[in-house]
């Protein structure tokens, strides 16, 4: 015997969450399947000793008013905490064998001793290049032409690699900086088009903000779990689905035995590789299209100190670290500088990340070397004296897709499938973004579709009772 709904999510992590957040606003009865005992996928907080670990995500950095609204109408703004001072002031760069101010603004790169001279003459030189690249170009391409060898090899290479675990000579420049490559086309150079966007949204922009919750970002999870309207299942395993009269009709392994349903919208917000594993009986090609994503492997090592035995200040973010570097370590967050309520008063916590497409390698380190490595990078760089008293791994076999290769044109040919498929919808991160923000302003993108569908389908049932009437 089979249930009904409206709408069909199946992944209960933030992209899943975030679309049946949207729909119950708009009063569309949704079903979540979760295949796990917990919502949440990767996000999860943990308490440990007074030390407060995340799992994956750290923060939320939003520039988007469908972020805010959500954060607002789910309740959330008592939960929220605000980046600190201190990390607002600096993020710092392993250059050249120590620890320099990454400056973020063209004035501050002209005077920073990180870029020669002839890197500084190459900055100032953008606004008068012409505009120009191809669909493919890669993150490195797209750097080099714009802002020279340097900018990419200092900053914008260990960004790439510690932000998405990803290598910019592979990275599609359009995936991955899609505002910068706007700049381009709109406005011909990076310069002009940050001025005039400016100036133009200097009214109504939604202000950037950086921000966690006082629990951890395993918060937003529980509360969009929690939301009315949103029917979440755990344990719910998709099994298979089908195309159905009017909809769909999909089947799930639960612990009391198989349950199935039948929705008119289906939403598959699960890794590239299952739902082509369930697209596989009805659309060949499609399937192939996302085995096509490959995702990189992360390791996370989170260390708790005295706050004595760390010689460095901690005055900011953390550091990244570029290739040429020759350090196991993408990046480092100084968690404890970031949020106030991360560590026990007098000890600070640090987060380190390793492998990625950089270091693939690192995903068959053992857990003993993964410390041993992350311990003597630690100690070099911020001077670290002694063993930590907290000491917790995170281990991700696919933590993030990468936008390599012809990546663009690989999700609009994943489009085209979808557009002969109606009532079936792809969510994930290897669509639009994997930051919490992103998922979240493309969870409110494909709701919309999901709600004007229905409206449709109201009205279309409407004119033919209206036209039945009349016969």
């Not at 690699?161 to 910068?180: E, I, K, N, Y």
């Not at 490559?181 to 950086?210: K, Q």
């Not at 779990?225 to 009269?245: F, K, Q, S, Y």
Request: with cysteine; hydrophobic share 45%; charged share 25%.
């Amino acid at each position: 015997m089979s249930t009904q709904t409206d709408v069909l999510i199946v992944g209960g992590g933030v992209s899943g969450l975030s679309i049946a957040w949207w729909l119950a606003q708009a009063g569309l009865p949704v079903e979540v399947w979760e295949a796990d005992a917990r919502p949440g996928g990767k996000i999860e907080s943990h308490r440990q000793d007074g030390y407060l670990t995340e799992r994956a995500a750290s923060l939320l950095m939003n520039f988007r008013p469908e972020v805010t609204e959500m954060v607002r109408e789910a309740g959330l703004e008592e939960e929220k905490i605000g980046r600190s001072a201190i990390a607002e002031s600096r993020r710092y760069l392993w250059h050249a064998g120590r620890l320099q101010t990454l400056p973020m603004q063209l004035g501050s790169m002209i005077v920073s001793p990180i870029w020669s001279w002839r890197g500084k003459l190459r900055l100032l030189a953008e606004p008068f290049l012409p505009a120009g690249g191809h669909e493919d170009e890669s993150v490195s391409e797209f750097i080099r032409r714009r802002l020279g060898r340097e900018m990419l090899d200092k900053a914008m290479e260990p960004f790439i690699a510690g932000t998405l675990a990803a290598d910019p000579d592979l990275t599609s420049a359009s995936a991955a900086l899609p505002r910068l490559t706007a700049l381009e086309r709109r406005y011909g150079s990076l310069t002009a088009g940050i001025l005039a966007h400016r100036l133009l949204r200097r009214r109504t922009a939604c202000r950037a903000d950086t921000f966690s919750f006082h629990d951890g970002m395993e918060t937003l999870i529980k509360t969009l779990a929690a939301t009315p309207g949103v029917c979440l299942h755990t344990r719910h395993r998709l099994l298979a689905i089908e195309r159905g009269r009017d909809g769909w009709e999909a089947v799930a392994a639960t612990p009391l035995g198989e349950r199935r349903i039948r929705a008119k919208e289906l939403v598959l917000a699960t890794p590239a590789g299952v739902s082509a594993a369930l697209v596989q009986p009805l659309d060949v090609e499609l399937a192939q299209l996302l085995n096509g994503i490959r995702y990189a492997p992360i390791k996370v090592v989170h260390l708790g100190f005295d706050r004595a035995a760390v010689g460095h200040a901690l005055d900011g973010t953390g550091f990244l670290v570029p290739r040429n570097e020759g350090l196991p370590l993408t990046g480092n967050l100084w968690m404890s500088s970031l949020f106030a309520n991360r560590a026990p008063a007098g000890k600070v916590l640090l987060t380190a990340y390793l492998g990625g497409a950089r270091t693939p390698g690192v995903a068959d380190w053992t857990d003993t070397r993964v410390v041993d490595e992350t311990l003597g990078v630690l100690r070099r760089v911020l001077g670290i004296r002694g063993e930590p008293e907290l000491v917790r791994l995170d281990h991700h076999a696919e933590a993030l897709p990468l936008y390599h290769g012809a990546y663009q044109a690989r999700i609009r040919a994943i489009g085209e499938r979808l557009e002969q498929t109606p009532g079936l919808h792809l969510e994930a991160n290897y669509r639009g973004g994997v930051s919490v923000r992103d998922r979240i302003y493309c969870a409110r993108t494909v709701a919309g579709r999901i709600r004007a569908r229905a409206v449709q389908a109201e009205a279309n049932l409407k004119t033919a009772h209206a036209l039945s009437g009349l016969a």
